[in-house]
């Protein structure tokens, strides 16, 4: 059986290196092997014909057999469209082309029988099929393969002539060369006790399955060993640190934790407060080292569950140490915490990039000397020059804005890593959070402490502004302020930055009466800081901002948060937005402005806002509608090969059922030598595309 991961993609016949750069850049095929894991992302029945009554805008693809009985021209310049009546005698449709118009009234002839091929779908009460593939009927062969798969390709391959048809051609090639059976990637054992298909059956007929039932065996087949991979990973990994690292034990609740339930506790802690800080207990005492997530929606009381829980590591005689992402949010965190510990004899104190000179030395030398009991600060606490005397707990809040290096550079601070709790907004869902931290024992805030009431959100469209700013004159001048969030997204960038200036000199119009302060990534830091600073004080009633203010600007008075163009967001990035109004007493609002043209997955979204508050509905619809997506950035995801034909979303079951196979494997073969594995073990090796151990670093 030759190779085929050293089989390069020129060679296939009818590639050749100028296609074969192509899918390198585009689809990064550069071998066989790769090729025949480029799955196909829907099939095609073209067993059958259609009469043009029997068909309505909801089916799949389809074949009609008519004539073109006329074209005409409509629209001007980039709305220009050429659509071509069709009909076959039980009706008529409309073929439309936006492109090529020149090339079709060229080749298609009026009157002539031809087998036409599309999607249909309804526009103004008429069925009509774009781009639609068009062969002659002594082409027609009734499809007996069953199923014709059809594969992904980008504008770049198209102008290539690689498209799907041109890919599925390749296959063909591939897989009739295929005289042997592939190297089998997972166990007799796991084989047979699920029923899995064989890997070459499976490869086969996923690319070209002759009927619905196989295909579903095949892609089972390939979707479980994917994410069997995952898990296998994740669990190997955090099975190693648990054998390797000791935790530091807390044996002891004392002084420090008492005095602050008895004396200093604002509230009662809520039912899902008192659960998260047993569990950490239970982590702390237990001997192994805590890395603990915990996830609550904004305003759910994860910084009193970290304070008590750092206090816990003072009574057993460590420091503690709390990261934050921005000044901004490390400033806030400092202040809480003061005030939380008012009359408590602890010390304190804030290190971010602007604490400097005679003052910066003295909280160096107080936490070599231990006298500095809790850090708060940015990433300016894993600077080489900042040493603890025993550090013993560490917090890390919005966990996914700190790249995974820099975590690893806590671990360093002390003989033992010290225990770790995460802290997310984020809410992220149960086979996500599986999958991204799998490794990390997962805790959840689900219920607002008293006395705070559920936010109230309204879609607006942008024609209703008169009624918008009325309502926000009469929430100013009842002495509340507003946030107004403008999108501002890469591809558009100079476009959407004028969208804010216009916006802003428009705000500064209409309420005169107000101080009103901008911010945007693109400005300086110091000038972002001093807008901010405004309106945290309160001298500025409305911030004009872009996300930037997404994470952790805490003004409890501010009760209105305006989203302009909330179609070009995502769900969960709404959500956030949405946290930072709501954190006062009073009511507050959360308004959504689009304009009337909305897609159906984005009306979706605005529906699914205006219905709930719940974090974990929220991210599970966003997971649905638009994929698991790179919701972590570098190398973060657990995910530590690209996912080919899973789907986080969809699959989530089929995830936690492999999570318990993977986990007997673990626990069975702890140290990889079992011959019955070896396949396993192999398998993972090779699919790691880096080798560095990123589970000891989160």
């Not at 917090?395 to 996914?400: F, N, P, S």
């Not at 309160?538 to 909330?566: D, F, K, L, R």
Request: with cysteine; net charge neutral; glycine share 8%.
């Amino acid at each position: 059986m030759f190779d085929l991961a050293t089989r390069d993609i020129k060679y296939l016949a009818g590639v050749g290196p100028q296609k074969a750069t192509v899918l390198n850049k585009e689809l990064e095929i550069f071998s066989l092997h790769d090729l025949i894991y480029y799955f196909p992302y829907k099939y095609v029945d073209r067993s059958r014909v259609y009469l043009i009554r029997e068909i309505d805008g909801n089916m799949p693809y389809i074949q009609l057999k008519g004539q073109i009985v006329g074209f005409e021209d409509v629209g001007e310049g980039r709305h220009r469209r050429l659509m071509g009546h069709f009909s076959d005698g039980t009706g008529v449709v409309d073929l439309v082309w936006f492109q090529g118009i020149k090339y079709i009234l060229g080749k298609y002839k009026l009157h002539e029988e031809y087998i036409v091929f599309g999607k249909p779908t309804v526009f103004n009460g008429r069925i009509n099929l774009a781009h639609p593939d068009i062969e002659k009927p002594d082409e027609l062969k009734l499809s007996t393969v069953g199923l014709q798969p059809y594969y992904n390709t980008t504008e770049k391959m198209k102008r290539s002539f690689l498209n799907s048809h041109a890919i599925e051609k390749m296959m063909t090639t591939v897989i009739g060369q295929l005289k042997e059976p592939l190297p089998e990637t997972l166990s007799p054992r796991i084989l047979a006790d699920h029923h899995l298909m064989p890997l070459t059956e499976a490869i086969r007929n996923v690319h070209f399955p002759t009927n619905a039932d196989v295909l579903r065996r095949a892609q089972y087949r390939l979707k479980f060993e994917e994410l069997f991979y995952v898990q296998l990973n994740i669990l190997r990994y955090a099975k190693d640190r648990q054998r390797k690292y000791r935790g530091y034990i807390f044996g002891k609740v004392g002084h420090y934790f008492n005095t602050f339930y008895a004396q200093n506790l604002p509230f009662q802690l809520t039912g899902a407060q008192k659960r998260v800080l047993k569990e950490i207990r239970g982590d702390v005492g237990s001997g192994r080292q805590m890395n603990r997530l915990l996830q609550g929606d904004v305003g759910s009381g994860k910084t009193l569950v970290a304070l008590m829980s750092m206090l816990l590591a003072l009574d057993n005689g460590y420091q503690a140490c709390m990261m934050a992402p921005t000044e901004i949010l490390a400033n806030q965190h400092y202040e809480t915490v003061r005030e939380l510990l008012f009359g408590m004899d602890v010390r304190v104190e804030l290190l971010t990039g602007s604490v400097k000179g005679k003052r910066r030395e003295a909280i160096l030398q107080g936490l070599l000397t231990g006298d500095v009991h809790i850090l708060i600060g940015t990433h300016a606490v894993i600077e080489d020059t900042v040493n603890f005397s025993a550090l013993g707990f560490v917090v890390i809040d919005e966990q996914h804005r700190f790249g995974v290096a820099q975590r690893a550079r806590l671990w360093s601070k002390n003989v033992q890593p010290p225990h770790v709790l995460v802290m997310t907004a984020t809410p992220i869902p149960r086979t996500l959070a599986m999958t991204l931290y799998g490794d990390l024992d997962v805790s959840v805030i689900d219920e607002l402490p008293p006395g705070r009431k559920p936010i109230t959100t309204i879609h607006q469209f942008d024609i209703h502004r008169e009624s918008l700013y009325r309502s926000m004159h009469k929430q100013v001048a009842e002495g509340r302020q507003v946030y107004i969030v403008y999108p501002l997204i890469k591809e558009s960038e100079k476009i959407d930055l004028k969208n804010l200036e216009e916006g802003y000199q428009h705000i500064v119009e209409e309420f005169p009466e107000c101080q009103v302060c901008k911010v945007h990534g693109k400005m300086k830091a110091a000038e972002k800081e001093a807008q901010m600073q405004l309106f945290v004080s309160g001298q500025a009633q409305i911030m004009v901002a872009t996300t930037v203010i997404e994470v952790g600007v805490n003004v409890p008075n501010a009760s209105v948060m305006v989203i302009e163009n909330a179609e070009r967001f995502g769900l969960s990035q709404l959500h956030q937005l949405r946290g930072r109004v709501g954190r006062g007493a009073e009511q507050s609002y959360c308004i959504l402005v689009t304009n009337y043209k909305l897609t159906e997955d984005t009306r979706k979204r605005l529906e699914i806002m205006v219905r709930t508050n719940d974090g974990f509905e929220i991210a599970e619809a966003d997971l649905k509608l638009r994929g698991p997506g790179d919701l972590e950035g570098t190398q973060q995801s657990g995910v530590a090969f690209d996912l080919k034909i899973a789907n986080i979303a969809r699959d989530g079951q089929l995830l936690q059922y492999v999570r318990h196979i993977a986990e007997e494997v673990v626990d069975g073969d702890p140290t990889a030598e079992l011959p019955e594995n070896e396949i396993l073990w192999k398998q993972l090796k090779a699919l790691r595309k880096t080798n560095v151990n990123w589970a000891a670093i989160s």
